[in-house]
């Protein structure tokens, strides 16, 4: 058998972020056989690098950023969608008022003709800036779904299994990073947009029954990601039906995806 | 048992807003300054710090207390997004690797809350950094705190890779030590 060292030494500077090139696919690979020593190694290093980070001076951080992420997180659940109009309106309010304001001031002829110019663009400037407004919060999403997945993907307990096309859309496939704690992401491709008032829903097969995981859609091409939260007990399968758009406790419409 | 860290955790993942708040405010001042120290630049790092949280909120159902404290998993996830940070911006040609002896010059000393109570260890622990020997303070700090790659500090230090990788065991090893002996 192989001495130890090595990888004593390889889990030294995987804790310090500076493995690269072969050794870091080496070490990885040894990790994932699930070493107990490289584990204690890699978790004593974190605490003693961590409690020498905060061993610094410490500092108060900017209160704009709280702030920021009590708003993001007030959106982000229930619902996950905030309405993307709420800033700018009153924003938008103030332009119009200082364009009016501004036409007063310069009064006579000119006045009506200012106010209608500037009341287009504070109209145009709103409009665009809720766009970009709409298009951040959609990529911050993605982001954070991919995050997500990655995130799953560095857990040695982590799985991913392949879902199959079925009965209407047999070119349909899906992958489902899967973590018996923690949930998962499925991300399915070539799927076929589901008819209006209907929805695929996920099912977790483990249980004496299937378990409903939640609804989704897919995009134009096909496309769909959709996050699940572990049920109660490990789930062994997974399958996607097409049901009506607000979802049922049961399975009722066609299995349109399946693990085997 | 669990901490109240752990604690905290636990009812994020479960979806508790004002879990999050006080989550926020136990260890934002612990990682703010570590992120001001990699990435040098504070309104860079109030938006690292704004992602972490944030991911942190979504993830908080991915914490495993067997890997680590809530303390370490936070600390973790700030550095590897300012070494992210760090890295866009160096290849972007905007920035050096900054010197060593810049060191620990960073962060204001505003202290409070749960850093005040830790003042005790931090001088232990900052000690044990201090007393490395030179080489092996030097590649940590290089790999921590720089972001550089093993072979990045070979090359910048004109040593062979395996000097490198053993001064790197070596330096944590006595840092661990510390560590335990101060918990």
């Not at chain 1, 829903?201 to 859609?217: N, R, S, V, Y």
């Not at chain 1, 572990?230 to 049922?248: D, I, N, Q, R, S």
């Not at chain 2, 550089?148 to 944590?172: C, D, F, H, M």
Request: net charge neutral; hydrophobic share 45%; proline share 8%.
């Amino acid at each position: 058998m192989k001495s130890h060292e090595t990888f004593d030494e390889l889990a030294a500077v995987y804790a310090v972020g500076a493995l690269d090139g072969e050794d870091l696919a080496r070490f990885e690979g040894h990790l994932a056989e699930g070493c107990p020593l490289c584990a204690a190694t890699l978790r004593d290093s974190g605490e003693a690098l961590g409690r020498l980070a905060l061993s610094g001076t410490p500092a108060v951080p900017p209160p704009e950023v709280k702030a920021a992420l009590l708003a993001r997180v007030a959106a982000s659940r229930p619902s996950r969608r905030a309405p993307a109009g709420a800033g700018w309106v009153p924003w938008a309010a103030a332009t119009a008022a200082a364009a009016v304001i501004a036409a007063m001031i310069t009064g006579g002829l000119v006045a009506s003709r200012y106010e209608a110019r500037l009341g287009q663009m504070a109209r145009d400037t709103a409009a665009v800036r809720e766009r970009l407004q709409r298009s951040e919060a959609a990529l911050r999403d993605q982001v954070a779904v991919y995050r997500g997945a990655v995130e799953l993907l560095r857990d040695p307990a982590t799985r991913v299994v392949v879902l199959h096309g079925a009965g209407p859309s047999p070119e349909a496939s899906a992958r489902m990073i899967w973590h018996d704690k923690a949930g998962g992401h499925l991300f399915v491709a070539n799927l076929p947009p589901a008819p209006a008032g209907k929805a695929y829903e996920l099912w977790t097969l483990g249980g004496p029954a299937p378990e409903p995981a939640g609804t989704f859609q897919v995009d134009a091409a096909g496309r769909a990601t959709h996050r699940v939260e572990p049920p109660a007990a490990p789930p062994a399968k997974f399958a996607v039906t097409l049901e009506p758009e607000a979802g049922v406790p049961a399975p009722t419409g066609p299995i349109v995806l399946a693990s085997r | 048992m669990a901490t109240a860290g752990e604690a905290l955790v636990r009812r994020m993942a479960a979806g508790d807003r004002e879990a999050f708040g006080a989550f926020y405010d136990r260890y934002a001042p612990l990682v703010y300054p570590l992120i001001v120290r990699i990435v040098r630049d504070r309104s860079d790092a109030a938006d690292v710090l704004q992602d972490v949280f944030w991911e942190a909120w979504q993830g908080a159902g991915t914490y495993d207390p067997a890997r680590g404290t809530p303390e370490a998993w936070m600390i973790t996830r700030a550095r590897t997004r300012a070494i992210d940070r760090v890295r866009a911006v160096r290849r972007r040609g905007e920035t050096f690797v900054p010197p060593l002896d810049e060191g620990l010059a960073a962060a204001p000393a505003e202290a409070g809350g749960d850093a005040a109570e830790r003042a005790e260890d931090r001088g232990l622990i900052l000690s044990a950094l201090e007393t490395l020997p030179q080489p092996q303070r030097e590649v940590i700090e290089l790999a921590y705190y720089a972001g550089l790659t093993q072979t990045q500090i070979a090359e910048r230090l004109e040593q062979p890779l395996g000097t490198v990788k053993t001064r790197i065991r070596l330096g944590l090893e006595r840092l661990r030590d510390v560590v335990r002996r101060a918990t």
